[in-house]
């Protein structure tokens, strides 16, 4: 084990395939000597040199377009998205390219890329710089949505997310990149699809990702102090998602709120109710609660954007009203 | 419009108004008094105003994540902009938006922009909002070197060629995007070489000499109000600071800082000022002071206005 923080844990994961596989290589906007606009590529521009450690245009188009011709034609590209929210710059190549190009060929195409990006608010940084779009990738059949929630998933599910042969959108939280923590060395995997209990508990099940883990794991401190035992599951990632990890937690608890930083209208969070209501009805002793952000853009105002985020308070409030 | 001693001195407030604002900020943000980014437009101050100097608030601009030069430039009022940047409900945007996303639509600024190269086809409709009204106004719209690797550039600049609306491209090639020198971004030297590709006027000016801008945007804008369609004006110029306020700047080579400083575009201008016989030291001075005293007092109304009120966060999504 090795103390790195999240950022470094991500880096880490991309080294180590690297390392490990030459037709890895890492593209995007600022990712070479200035290492990221967070940092993320820091020194792998120096470690692998410009043919893999490469800085583009301002294209998003094209990044990520080219993954998937590059991916099509046997590279394993990892591009970067400067921030979530640009995404809809190169959305038709993800939407109707690289989800749909294998099972429209009948099976013959494999498109192993990933296509990393930043998300998430608490900066200042407003309403084109803040945003959680996973929900936008899930609805979306043929892509994978990796968000880790702490540096050890961060680097396990980021080789995982390389190694997979399926265009994988895999989405770092911007608060989450100086967090530090314990992180296994080597060619560590954290399988696609396998949620984790973070927290154990007997009396409600809080599930919760990227960001909004760390505030359901503050949240579930607090409320043991008041007796309320909570369980906190981390999905780790949305698709494909450990649905039968979530009916077992709730079978245990009686009781579910789930926690997104998105916004609630058609957020994951309202499919994640949907497939407890349909396959877990008997399980639950008290309606599913969810806390997310209103349906609104994100404010800059700082004293707006705390109002509108989903907080450690809005978390313990939602889970005492199912008692 | 002729470049009168009147116009020149104006031009000259304006770009001393953009600098003082644009240093004032980075002090704030460096106090910590500024939320979010910031990114500054100190070295630029020449394209913004020599373009605007011809255009009335009837006429549109889309401005970038680098927007505040020509929001001041469009007629915006600092002490407003000052205190969006403070968040605070008085600003421009009641702490909304913040200095990504200053807008006055009163005065034709169809806000600044946190999306790179999204100000192309919102100016190309814009123009085409013009012409279809028969204003006889235009669209001016600012953008980066690197925003000219955006698929919108090319699109847009194809549609306002054909349909020939009134749309002035003012690319502003400062060297950079972010860390991407341009010579590794793009493969041409000259961005105004890309308006061959549609058919329309392109052409190179000094960006750090205001009357160099202000003549070859005078052209462009006539040719537009004429319904001859849009141009491509590049104007290469520098920007002093970091990308953002904070930027270590490990990309860009010392002498070459060094070298554009020496071209800074403002000690230029008064230089010309007192050729021309237009202005003494001590008249350009007095403007210097006059803008001082008029940017201290946006931060005084910045920092005694309110902060918005969390119920705020709901208001504003739709239109009623
Ligand atoms: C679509 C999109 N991609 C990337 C970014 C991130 N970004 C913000 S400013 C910038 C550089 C812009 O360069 P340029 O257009 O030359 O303008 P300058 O900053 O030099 O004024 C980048 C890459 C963005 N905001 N939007
Ligand atoms: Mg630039």
Same mark, same amino acid.
């Given at each position: 084990m090795?103390?790195?923080?999240?950022a470094?844990a991500?880096?880490?994961?991309?080294?180590?395939?690297?390392?490990?596989?030459?037709?890895? &290589?890492?593209?995007?906007?600022?990712?070479?000597i200035?290492?990221?606009?967070f940092?993320?590529t820091?020194?792998?521009?120096?470690?692998?040199?410009?043919?893999?450690v490469?800085?583009?245009?301002?294209?998003?188009t094209?990044? #990520?377009?080219?993954?998937?011709?590059?991916?099509?034609?046997?590279?394993?590209?990892? $591009?970067?998205?400067?921030?979530?929210?640009?995404m809809?710059?190169c959305?038709?190549e993800?939407?109707n390219?690289?989800?749909?190009?294998?099972?429209?060929?009948g099976?013959?195409?494999?498109?192993?890329m990933?296509?990393?990006?930043?998300?998430?608010?608490?900066?200042?940084a407003?309403?084109?710089?803040s945003?959680?779009l996973?929900?936008?990738f899930?609805?979306?059949?043929?892509?994978?949505?990796v968000?880790?929630?702490?540096?050890?998933?961060?680097k396990?599910?980021?080789?995982?997310?390389?190694?997979d042969?399926?265009?994988?959108?895999?989405?770092?939280h911007?608060?989450l990149?100086?967090?530090?923590g314990e992180v296994p060395?080597?060619?560590?995997?954290?399988?696609?699809?396998?949620?984790d !209990?973070k927290r154990?508990?007997s009396?409600?099940t809080?599930?919760?990702?990227?960001?909004?883990l760390?505030k359901?794991?503050?949240?579930?401190?607090?409320?043991?102090?008041?007796g309320?035992s909570?369980?906190?599951?981390?999905?780790r990632?949305?698709?494909p998602l450990?649905?039968?990890?979530?009916?077992?937690?709730?079978?245990?608890?009686?009781?579910?709120?789930?926690?997104?930083?998105?916004?609630?209208?058609?957020?994951?969070?309202g499919?994640?109710?949907?497939?407890? $209501?349909?396959?877990?009805?008997?399980?639950?002793?008290?309606?599913?609660k969810?806390?997310?952000? %209103?349906?609104?853009?994100?404010?800059?105002?700082?004293?707006?954007?705390?109002?509108?985020? %989903?907080s450690?308070?809005?978390? !313990?409030?939602?889970?005492?009203?199912?008692? | 419009?002729?470049?009168?001693?009147?116009?020149?001195?104006?031009? &000259?407030?304006?770009?001393?108004?953009?600098?003082t604002?644009?240093?004032?900020?980075?002090?704030?943000?460096?106090?910590?008094?500024?939320?979010?980014?910031?990114h500054?437009?100190?070295?630029?101050e020449?394209?913004?105003?020599?373009v @605007?100097a011809?255009l009335?608030?009837?006429?549109?601009?889309?401005?970038?994540?680098?927007?505040?030069g020509?929001?001041?430039?469009?007629?915006?009022?600092i002490?407003?902009m000052?205190?969006?940047?403070?968040?605070r409900?008085t600003?421009? @945007?009641?702490?909304?938006?913040?200095?990504?996303?200053i807008?006055?639509v009163?005065?034709?600024?169809?806000g600044?922009?946190?999306?790179?190269?999204?100000?192309?086809p919102?100016?190309?409709?814009?123009?085409?909002?013009c012409?279809?009204?028969?204003?006889?106004?235009?669209?001016?719209?600012?953008?980066g070197?690197?925003?000219s690797n955006?698929?919108?550039?090319?699109?847009?600049?194809?549609?306002?060629?054909?349909?020939?609306?009134?749309?002035?491209?003012?690319?502003?090639?400062?060297?950079?995007?972010?860390?991407?020198?341009?010579?590794?971004?793009m493969?041409?030297t000259?961005?105004?070489?890309r308006?061959?590709a549609?058919?329309i006027?392109? #052409?190179?000016?000094?960006?750090n000499?205001?009357?160099? =801008?202000?003549?070859a945007?005078a052209?462009?804008? $006539?040719?537009?109000r004429?319904?001859?369609?849009?141009?491509?004006i590049e104007?290469?110029t520098?920007?002093?600071?970091?990308?953002f306020?904070?930027?270590?700047?490990?990309?860009?080579?010392p002498?070459?800082?060094?070298?554009?400083?020496?071209?800074?575009?403002?000690?230029?201008?008064?230089?010309?000022?007192?050729?021309l016989?237009?202005?003494s030291?001590?008249?350009?001075?007095?403007?210097?002071?006059? =803008?001082?005293?008029?940017v201290?007092? $946006?931060?005084?109304?910045?920092?005694?206005?309110?902060l918005?009120?969390?119920?705020?966060?709901?208001?504003?999504v &739709?239109?009623?």
């Amino acid at each position: 084990m090795a103390q790195m923080t999240y950022a470094e844990a991500i880096r880490d994961g991309m080294r180590v395939e690297m390392k490990r596989d030459p037709n890895v &290589y890492i593209y995007g906007e600022d990712v070479g000597i200035f290492g990221g606009c967070f940092g993320v590529t820091a020194g792998l521009y120096q470690e692998f040199g410009p043919e893999r450690v490469i800085d583009t245009p301002i294209s998003e188009t094209a990044i #990520v377009g080219s993954a998937v011709g590059a991916a099509a034609a046997g590279l394993r590209p990892i $591009a970067e998205v400067m921030f979530v929210d640009f995404m809809g710059v190169c959305m038709d190549e993800l939407l109707n390219q690289a989800a749909k190009m294998r099972y429209m060929f009948g099976g013959k195409a494999r498109l192993p890329m990933v296509v990393r990006t930043p998300c998430g608010a608490g900066m200042s940084a407003a309403a084109q710089h803040s945003q959680s779009l996973e929900a936008w990738f899930t609805h979306i059949p043929g892509l994978k949505v990796v968000m880790p929630g702490e540096p050890a998933d961060a680097k396990g599910l980021m080789i995982a997310a390389i190694r997979d042969d399926n265009p994988v959108i895999y989405i770092e939280h911007k608060q989450l990149l100086n967090m530090a923590g314990e992180v296994p060395e080597g060619e560590y995997v954290v399988p696609l699809g396998k949620a984790d !209990i973070k927290r154990e508990g007997s009396d409600v099940t809080i599930v919760a990702w990227s960001w909004m883990l760390q505030k359901a794991l503050a949240a579930a401190e607090e409320l043991a102090k008041e007796g309320i035992s909570a369980e906190v599951l981390d999905p780790r990632t949305l698709v494909p998602l450990d649905k039968e990890a979530i009916l077992k937690s709730v079978g245990k608890t009686g009781r579910l709120v789930i926690v997104h930083e998105a916004v609630r209208t058609s957020g994951f969070g309202g499919e994640i109710a949907a497939i407890v $209501a349909e396959e877990g009805f008997d399980l639950l002793d008290a309606p599913i609660k969810r806390v997310t952000a %209103p349906d609104t853009p994100i404010p800059f105002s700082p004293v707006l954007e705390n109002a509108y985020l %989903p907080s450690e308070e809005k978390i !313990i409030k939602a889970v005492k009203e199912l008692f | 419009m002729e470049l009168t001693k009147e116009k020149l001195l104006d031009m &000259y407030k304006t770009m001393v108004r953009i600098r003082t604002f644009e240093m004032k900020a980075a002090e704030l943000f460096a106090a910590g008094k500024l939320p979010g980014f910031v990114h500054l437009y100190a070295g630029e101050e020449a394209v913004a105003t020599g373009v @605007c100097a011809n255009l009335t608030d009837k006429d549109y601009i889309t401005s970038t994540h680098r927007g505040h030069g020509h929001l001041i430039a469009k007629g915006g009022k600092i002490d407003l902009m000052m205190a969006e940047l403070f968040g605070r409900t008085t600003g421009y @945007c009641k702490g909304k938006g913040g200095s990504m996303h200053i807008a006055d639509v009163d005065l034709g600024i169809l806000g600044a922009n946190g999306i790179v190269g999204a100000g192309q086809p919102i100016a190309t409709g814009a123009g085409f909002a013009c012409k279809y009204k028969k204003t006889n106004n235009v669209a001016v719209c600012f953008f980066g070197d690197g925003a000219s690797n955006r698929g919108t550039f090319h699109e847009s600049l194809n549609m306002a060629s054909i349909w020939k609306l009134p749309v002035i491209f003012v690319a502003e090639n400062n060297m950079y995007g972010i860390s991407n020198y341009q010579k590794n971004h793009m493969n041409v030297t000259d961005i105004a070489d890309r308006a061959a590709a549609y058919g329309i006027p392109g #052409v190179t000016v000094d960006g750090n000499d205001v009357i160099a =801008v202000y003549e070859a945007a005078a052209e462009a804008v $006539a040719r537009a109000r004429k319904g001859d369609g849009p141009s491509l004006i590049e104007c290469k110029t520098w920007r002093h600071r970091g990308h953002f306020e904070g930027d270590p700047q490990v990309y860009k080579k010392p002498e070459e800082q060094e070298a554009w400083l020496k071209k800074d575009p403002i000690p230029r201008l008064e230089a010309k000022l007192i050729e021309l016989k237009y202005a003494s030291q001590a008249d350009l001075d007095a403007i210097k002071a006059d =803008v001082q005293a008029e940017v201290e007092a $946006a931060v005084r109304f910045a920092e005694s206005s309110p902060l918005p009120n969390p119920d705020d966060v709901f208001t504003d999504v &739709y239109a009623d």
